[in-house]
């Protein structure tokens, strides 16, 4: 009863606080005929949200500069059909397309551009739409797990590092053990030895599933008022207390082994991640829309534009082929839309099915008819699923270069999640 009581509470708390929170900006939602979220405390649909991890950049004089880069990039999927969470991570020097500059790390589109151009190049670069982020500072995450009275951890090997200029010094032992937020942080920062970055993304991907496994405890529910209280004052997010809520209890009913973790496949070179197109497009389909590529390819769909915005059709059929979907023409539609439509005429009634849930839509029209198998009519309601709106200023590309003192050489150093 007292478990019952203290969900009640919190319940009433997330439904009389039901608007996206953040300690910073002002983060708004999607349209609401686009949200997977219903009542009462709901999945109705699979929902992306992309966890972005920023660090802080100082200079010589060890002052911290306007501006940071996304020092983790992790894409988590919450699938109440397959009953599923998929988290991929996105290694911070993946060379990407950032728009509208060239391409470089994509750890650099926050620094030009913050959460925006950071999720308008994760949906380029994986195909998949991203309607939701949380934004975590350089602090936040160690706070947040104090809030959760810290989570247990099988350290791998012992670990010792020390950076007097980053205030950064590791010391773990090996061994399974309950740490700390500040513990944490030192876990998932530590890249001193022959794995580089890689074995730091698998020990955020190992923490991610400790954090799962602590709120599963019945202990959580006692404490969700002080983890709702730390989310609220540490992290940036366009997710409200309830869509928050919905996902916490989606993760409570999941087993260890409906919760699947892995990163973008690529070779590290020298300055940049090179990420191994092929084996992406394969990882994507099947961790974020469920299929198989080769059946993805095996219908004919054609995009028609009958949204008025110019464009809006070939963006949707560029980020489909990302994902293995065969994209044989793309036109103007005969007329207008109101409302975004999928329409099914021969068979692979499947990969209809997927392309609805892709672009957010609950169903499919079946009309049996001549030309490409699936036909995909955009409408107006699409453009805001392409983009998150995040209001406040944005980060200008210029931020990139700071402007030391005359004579004196710039030395920038980046303290977050990293080292």
Not at 72 to 87: E, G, H, K, W
Not at 129 to 144: D, E, N, T
Not at 351 to 366: E, H, I, K, P, S
Request: glycine content about 8%.
């Amino acid at each position: 009863m007292l478990l019952i009581g203290a969900a009640v509470g919190v319940a009433l708390y997330f439904t009389t606080h039901g608007k996206a929170f953040t300690s910073t900006t002002s983060a708004l939602t999607p349209p609401a005929a686009l949200r997977p979220f219903g009542w009462p405390l709901r999945l109705q649909r699979r929902v992306n949200v992309l966890l972005i991890g920023i660090d802080s950049t100082m200079d010589e004089r060890r002052r911290v500069l306007p501006y940071s880069r996304s020092d983790t990039l992790m894409l988590v999927s919450f699938d109440p059909r397959q009953r599923r969470i998929n988290a991929v991570s996105i290694p911070r020097d993946s060379y990407a397309q950032i728009p509208g500059v060239p391409a470089q790390k994509i750890n650099t589109a926050y620094a030009i551009g913050g959460p925006r151009l950071t999720i308008q190049t994760v949906e380029n670069l994986l195909g998949v739409p991203v309607p939701y982020y949380v934004k975590l500072g350089a602090a936040s995450f160690a706070r947040i797990v104090d809030a959760l009275g810290g989570i247990e951890i099988d350290v791998e090997k012992d670990m010792q590092y020390t950076d007097t200029w980053a205030d950064l010094h590791i010391n773990l032992k090996k061994g399974r053990q309950v740490f700390s937020g500040d513990q944490i942080g030192q876990y998932i920062r530590f890249r001193s030895d022959s794995e580089g970055d890689l074995g730091r993304v698998q020990r955020q991907q190992k923490v991610l599933r400790a954090i799962f496994h602590r709120l599963k405890s019945p202990a959580t529910v006692l404490s969700a008022p002080r983890l709702v209280q730390a989310f609220r004052k540490n992290t940036q997010t366009n997710l409200s207390a309830a869509n928050l809520l919905t996902l916490a209890l989606f993760v409570m009913r999941r087993s260890a082994d409906e919760v699947h973790t892995a990163t973008l496949p690529g070779e590290a070179g020298p300055v940049y991640v090179a990420l191994d197109e092929a084996q992406m497009q394969r990882m994507v389909a099947d961790l974020f829309v469920g299929m198989d590529v080769r059946t993805l390819s095996s219908a004919a769909v054609e995009v028609l534009n009958g949204s008025g915005v110019p464009g809006l059709a070939r963006l949707t059929a560029t980020r489909l082929e990302r994902l293995g979907f065969r994209i044989v023409r793309i036109d103007t539609a005969p007329q207008p839309a109101t409302a975004t439509t999928v329409i099914s005429r021969r068979g692979r009634p499947e990969v209809a099915r997927a392309l609805a849930d892709l672009l957010g839509q609950q169903r499919v029209t079946y009309a049996p008819g001549r030309g490409a198998d699936i036909t995909v009519v955009v409408a107006p309601d699409l453009k805001p699923f392409y983009s998150v709106r995040v209001s406040g200023p944005v980060p200008p590309t210029a931020a990139l270069v700071a402007s030391p003192p005359a004579g004196q050489p710039t030395v920038l150093r980046s303290r977050g999640l990293d080292h």
